[in-house]
């Protein structure tokens, strides 16, 4: 190239509108710089010509050396759109938005001699472009998250190009609608005058409003009419020309119905003070007006339009006068809350007829607490008031007459009070003499079991087999009648105080009575199980009878050839669990269930298994007093609960023990 040409080149480079910056290869080294790149870089010209490329601009030599490096090596150029870049421009941090190219120049064998840089400046458009976006998403954030609802439709087809979430509630669809003609979507609006007055907002340009109007939507596969306030705007283009229209929705369902309930209402209510034969009145507070309805007009005989409510006075029976123009001019009176409420009787003035009249009425204020009118209802009560006469002279004589049949129930109050008295005594008595009669009982027991033993020791071997049953059978009978001493000892001395009521863990209640049937369980293979029992307040030792009762009789009653198994569960009550044992319904209680796998017990037995003395089996069957579960009710009994059984003839027993919950 010669140097003319050369010259040329050069004054073009630097007279282009676009930013060039041409680097040595080798060097990095910047060799020309225009006048368009000085500007876009903010660096004065000998910041950069003549130095090398990332000294002057080591903002972005991270970013960018590698991609410049690259186009060296192998000869491709690099370039970038709209880069945000954080350049030191005329001192001073700036955010710019940069297009730049890194270009390769070659001589004739191909090598990459030089670097020419392009650049050109796109932050005015970028921030314009940005401006203009977040006007339009401002725009559509306030469409989309509007509390009304809005849409736009387009064309003659009436496509629905936008719906903001209230719009799509109305429709009762999903956002799939969008896009498409509102006529395939939700066909119902061809059945309404929607399409019409969509229509005539094209052809005309007219905004066209609607109140309250009824349009029916489907929804959940059901028709569903709704009231709406809308509003259909033409929609222009860049032309001016209408191509659509903009509808602004509120649905107004819940306010139409309110208002229609409210007219239907004061219908109903109209109806009911026609039904009721009430008469209505009212009061002008500022002319004295009076107004009766037609009914008080012929009770009183009188029409007080346009005159004083004053002159009505002197047609009521002259005790009542003073008293209710007294009660009015209280109503009146803001103190009062503007309530008014009298019985009066009224003289008709050409018949002389006279009705009894309950009359209500209610004080209207203005906001500076003045009155204003007042409102009322009369009931003629004349029928009602005579019978009640009546009936309070009927009441006089029966309370009288209840009077005296008080006092002969005071006096055989008085009576059941001194039996019961009496009956008290008698328990006390009777818990005494059980004690000391079981008590007393076991000392000539004790002395014939002693000499019964120092007799058979003497006399056994010249007695034959028969004299040795007999022997014997004394022997079981005293045995027998030692252990029921004990157990009836042992019941009368079961008390009811809570001030003995102390914390009783039931885990523990059941472990240590276990203790006590080892042997019985070793001998047998019983097992007994349970879950979590709870923590209650109740008297130890009555506790551990419960469950030394429960679990003996289980390992008393057991079938011939099954290992027995006993299962103690623990769980809450129901509400009906507690009413079917009478106990306190509204109270918690635990209900500890046990079942075994005995013999169980007939359904006529469940209940009289817990009455003292009671056994279902004879004693060459199963040994036992039949205190054992007597026991157990009056211990339960003494802890505020109930006990009671269920029959299994086959699965054996159920008792289940149920014992409040203390909080």
Known sequence: MNIENQQELYLLVMNAPVGICVLDAQTLVAEIVNDSFIEVAGKPREEILGHFYWDTFAEVRSYYESALADV?????????????????????????????????????????????????????????????????????????????????????EMVLREANEKMLEIFGKGDSII?????????????????????????????H?????????????????????????????????????????????????????????EQNMRGAVELAQLGTWSIDVESNGLTYSDRLIEWFGYDPAAQDYNEVIPILLEEDRERVANAVAWGLNPASG??????????????????????????????????????????????????????????????????????????TNEELEQTNVQLIHSNQELEQFAYIASHDLQEPLRKISTFMQLLEGKITEHLDEKSLGYINKIKDATSRMGKLIRDVLAYSALPKDDANFVTVNLEDTAKNALEDYDVVMARTGAKVTWNALPVIKGIPLQMSQLFFNLIGNALKFIRPGVQPKIHIHCSIASPDEIQSVNLKEGLAYYKIQF???????????????????????????????????????????????????????????????????NN
Not at 109 to 120: F, I
Not at 390 to 401: A, D, G, M, P, W
Not at 643 to 655: M, P, R
Request: charged share 25%.
């Open 72 to 156: 060296i090596s192998h000869g491709k150029p690099y370039s970038v759109n709209e880069a945000e870049l954080v350049l030191i421009r005329h001192g001073k941090e700036e955010t710019r938005y940069v297009t730049f190219v890194y270009a390769p120049l070659k001589d004739v064998s191909g090598d990459v001699k030089k670097v020419a840089v392009w650049v050109m400046d796109n932050t005015v458009q970028v921030n314009q472009r940005h401006k203009v976006e977040e006007s339009e998403k401002f725009a559509r954030t306030v469409f989309y998250n509007s509390p009304v609802a809005k849409l736009v439709y387009t064309g003659p």
């Open 595 to 661: 079942t075994d796998n005995g013999i169980g017990m007939k359904p006529e037995d469940t209940e009289k298994i817990f009455n003292i003395f009671q056994k279902l089996h004879g004693k060459s069957e199963f040994a036992g007093t039949g205190i054992g579960l007597a026991m157990c009710k009056k211990i339960v009994q003494n802890h505020n609960g109930e006990i009671d059984a269920l029959q299994s003839n086959e699965n054996g027993a159920i008792f289940n023990v149920y014992l409040p919950i």
């Open 338 to 411: 503007g309530l008014y409420d009298e019985t009066y009787t009224v003289i008709h003035p050409t018949t002389g007829k006279k009705r009894i009249l309950h009359a209500q009425g209610k004080t209207v204020f203005d906001p500076e607490g003045k009155p204003v009118r007042m409102n009322g209802t009369a009931q003629d009560i004349t029928i009602q008031m005579e019978l009640q006469m009546e009936l309070e002279n009927q009441i006089q004589q029966r309370t009288e007459e209840i009077g005296a049949v008080i006092e002969e129930l005071r006096a």
């Open 179 to 207: 896009g498409r003609p509102i006529t395939e979507t939700v066909p119902e609006i061809k059945e309404t005058h929607l399409f019409q007055a969509y229509s005539n907002v094209l052809n005309t340009g007219k905004i």
């Open 209 to 265: 409003t609607e109140t309250a109007a009824r349009i029916m939507f489907v929804k959940n596969g059901s028709p569903y009419y709704g009231y709406y306030d809308y509003t259909y705007k033409p929609l222009y283009d860049a032309k001016g020309r209408i191509h659509g229209v903009i509808c602004t929705a509120i649905d107004v369902t819940e306010e139409v119905i309110a208002r229609n309930k409210l007219e239907e209402a």
